[in-house]
Structure formats: C-alpha cells, structure tokens
C-alpha cells in the first residue's frame, strides 16, 4: 500500500511539473510568435516608408580649388619613362573634395567665354594663363556658407585603362543643417568614364614649342553625371533611404600639364588650375529635407 501511495504521489508530481513546462513552453512560443508578428508589422512599415519616397530637393555644391585635390597613385616608377603623360595609370587616383551647399535659387551660372585673364592660355611657360573653364561657364556670385551646410567625400578609380577612367567608388556627407551633424551617408559606385588628361594628350598644338599655340580655343570636358545610393545618415537622417543625382555643370581650367612633340609631358604645378567646381545634388528619400540657406 505504501508503494502504491508512493507511486502515485511520484506520478502526481511528475504530471504537476509536466504541466508547468507545458505552460512555460506554450508562454514562449506566444512570446515567440508575437515577436515575430511585430517583427513582420515593423518590415511592412519599412518596406512602406522606402516606397513611398515622396521628399526630394535639389541643392547646389560649390567646391573651391584648395578644397578639392586629384591624387594620383605612385607609378612602377616615380617618373614615368620619357615623362610620359600617356603612360600614367590611375588605377586607384581618388578625388577628394569639400564644399558649401546652397539654395540652387541663390546661384546664378553664367557663360565665361574668354571674358578675363583666367580664360587665356597663350603661353602657359611665361605667364600664368590658364584657359578656358570647363564648360565655359562659372557662378556669378558666391553666397556666405553656412558651415552646417556642406557637401565632402572621396572618389576612388576602382577601373581604368592607363590615363582613361572607367569606373569609380565613392563615399559622401551631405550634411544638411543641425550644426553639421545631420548628414546623409551616400555612396556612389558605377561606370564612370572620363579622361582627365584628355585635351592635353589629344591635342598635339595645346601646349608646344611654338608662340602660335591655340590652348585658349581648347575646353576641358566636364565629367559624366553619376548615380548615388543614400544608406542612412546622422542626426535627423537616421535610418534615411533613397538615391541622388550628381552632375556637374562648371569646373576647372585646363590640367597644368606641359606636352611636347606628342612624345613627352610633365605636369607644372607652377601653374594651378582655377575656377570653381559647381554640382548639383538631386535627393529623393524619405527623410524631410531642409531648404539650404
């Protein structure tokens, strides 16, 4: 009788526990299946917000000579053989550049077509000429920046063929107010075909021995305009979604680089390039975003 007792005392607890891990267990799987449907609610949400992208705003990028730098790779050898210029790779050369953003209604772009001593490039061995803009054109007026408005990064040359660019990779801020600490995060990497030496290695009379050289009739050619993802962002940009468009519509005088013969080059640094590098940045997100001051 007393083992019977005991038997069924020990079966008593044995159903009571069971009973308890059967509860705690059926607790979890319903703490488990509202987390996922929270989860799933939270996706749907997300998956809504990045559809409906409906904030877009242009804004304009103004880059001064000594904030924007072209860094080029050390070669197989630190000269390249006769100098060159033909002969550089620019495989891994970046760009690195930081300037002020504003309201593209403040800009004014107008033609500059040889209408100051900058625009001339008679002889760049004697004087300190330097040709025609880019695009022949360059901002009338430069409002004050305001320094939590601004525009920084770096393109690397992830693809070339020699002096010719192929494609990029490319990391910026577009910081938009709240003292420089609301930015978005983009990146930018694509086909991206652009020579920067071009008018200097194809145009044998740019530069040469002669007084006749007809470098200020020469252009540079404005790089392509290229796509950029937003993958996020600081302050109010936290957790932004979207694309950009950047294209650039001014820039630079000619490469200061000296050519000779079509057979050897050297770059003058004697001689720097002048004029502003003028983009403009098309958003779409789905963050708000401000109008530049």
């Known amino acids: 009788m007393k083992f019977t007792a005991a038997a069924i005392t020990l079966l008593g607890l044995t159903t009571f526990y069971s009973t308890i ?33 409906v904030f877009s705003r242009g804004y304009i990028c103004i880059t001064r000579q000594q904030d924007f730098a072209f860094v080029i790779p050390q070669q197989k050898s630190i000269v390249p053989e006769e100098d060159r210029l033909d002969q550089l790779n620019l495989l891994g050369s970046s760009t690195i550049q930081s300037g002020g953003i504003y309201d593209p209604a403040d800009v004014q772009i107008v033609d500059r077509l040889g209408t100051s001593a900058a625009d001339n490039f008679d002889d760049i061995r004697n004087k300190q000429e330097r040709g025609q803009f880019a695009g022949q054109r360059q901002p009338k007026f430069i409002p004050q920046k305001d320094p939590g408005f601004f525009f920084n990064g770096e393109c690397v ?36 075909v652009f020579n920067p030496f071009e008018q200097v290695l194809f145009s044998s009379t740019t530069f040469n021995d002669d007084d006749n050289g007809n470098a200020g ?53 004697v001689f720097p390039q ?14 708000p975003l401000p109008v530049a001051p």
């Open 21 to 53: 891990d059967s509860v705690e267990g059926n607790e979890l799987k319903l703490r488990a299946r509202e987390k996922m449907r929270k989860d799933k609610a939270e996706r749907q949400l997300q998956a809504n917000n990045d559809a409906g992208l």
């Open 217 to 269: 009739a020469v252009v540079p050619s404005l790089p392509p305009s290229y796509p950029g993802t937003i993958f996020g962002g600081t302050g109010l940009f936290v957790g932004a979604v979207g694309y950009v468009d950047i294209t650039t519509i001014t820039g630079s005088t000619l490469t200061p680089a000296d050519i000779f013969d079509d057979d050897d080059g050297v770059i003058e640094a």
């Open 157 to 192: 040359t992830t693809q070339a063929a020699g002096q010719q660019i192929l494609g990029h990779s490319c990391t910026f801020n577009l910081c938009l107010g709240g003292g420089g600490y609301n930015c978005l995060a983009i990146y930018a990497g694509s086909k991206f």
């Open 274 to 287: 002048a004029g502003y590098i003028t983009q403009k940045i098309n958003v779409v997100t789905n963050v």
